[in-house]
């Protein structure tokens, strides 16, 4: 079963066509900055024959619909890695925001497209661009079933005690704010892997994993199920990240918009882009932070710090509430490849059975890890997301 997965963002679209059968990525590819008076586009194909070159190239797209008719007619037209759209078995779309109505990977037909598109109020930044996916999708792969994979799907296991807001119940009623969260499917992918490595069913772990990216979230794992995550309502929520603000005192909103006259767009733009570890230092790539702090720069080891700390918060969080937990499982960007930062998030966690081993946990991890001294209770993982083969086996699971 060859599976074509799209991640469709507002001026952005990444693709990959998977075989199923064998688990080989065929290709891989991004199209950037779609809108703009220049865009460009590179993909990666297996193998890479003259027949099947590597693509990058700069050239405008007006539209997502370029973008898609492009990107079709580079895997499936002469030279592509595959003969025709038609030998494409399915079509999966990540969709971040499922709200209450999309709990699961389901069909896309007209009902779900317009569910997708009622919950666009509670996602505005990234629905309405998954939905041009879609539509554009829906358009040339005519007669291919489809499925929407929900980046809040994993964390509709959260009990109303984790997902709810102390704010007036009528809110959630009337505009349905609540803990979403965020990253389920790299949290899910992790959490499966992670059982695998423990030897143990998916049902019968506890774990806390940690996808720390540009964007950052964690997620409390009892028995399999998600029980919390740090992200809220929106991606904003939670430990600090690379330009958002994470957790912070609500109040300081109002008392930003008076003594600085800010109106809402303006907060929403620096908690959101200039703020987390950017907001700080200046930066908000972990590799440049680390020279920045090793060069002396106080404000980038201060952004480190307080990262670290913030993470280490949530786990002893966590840690109170997943029952004896199994492992730690470190993902995404900073995750798979920053050891410093993984060492200084464990140090100092002995007291809760958290070791790692300083030789083990040296370096980037390509492949998944186990990083644990010998003498911790707790196993510490290191295991490298893959999104997109989660939604190609989820779209493969709902058409079987
Ligand atoms: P992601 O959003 O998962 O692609 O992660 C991107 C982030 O990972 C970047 O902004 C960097 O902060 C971080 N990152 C990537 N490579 C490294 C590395 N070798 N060392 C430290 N951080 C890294």
Redesign the pocket.
Known sequence: MKVFVINSGSSSLKYQLLDMDTQQVMTTGLVERIGDSMGRISQKNWPDTPQQANIEEERPFADHHEAMHTVVNLVTGPGGVIASAEAIDAVGHRVVQGGETLFTSTCIDDAVVAQIRANCPLSPLHNPANLVGIEVARELFAGVPQVAVFDTEFHQTMPAEAFMYAIPYELYEELRIRRYGFHGTSHRYVAQQAAAMLGKRADEVNLITLHL???CSMAAVRQGQCIDTSMGMTPLAGVMM?TRSGDIDPAIIPFLMKEKGLDMAQIDDILNKKSGLKGICGM????DI?AAAAQGDAKAALALSMFVYRIKQYIGAYYAVTGPLDALVFT???GE??DV?RGRVCAGLAHLGIEIDPERNGG?KKTATAVQAESSRVAVFVIP?NEELAIAQATQAVLA
């Open positions: 990216g540009n964007g690379g908000n790539d972990m590799r680390h995404a960007g900073i490849n920053d930062v980037r997301t």
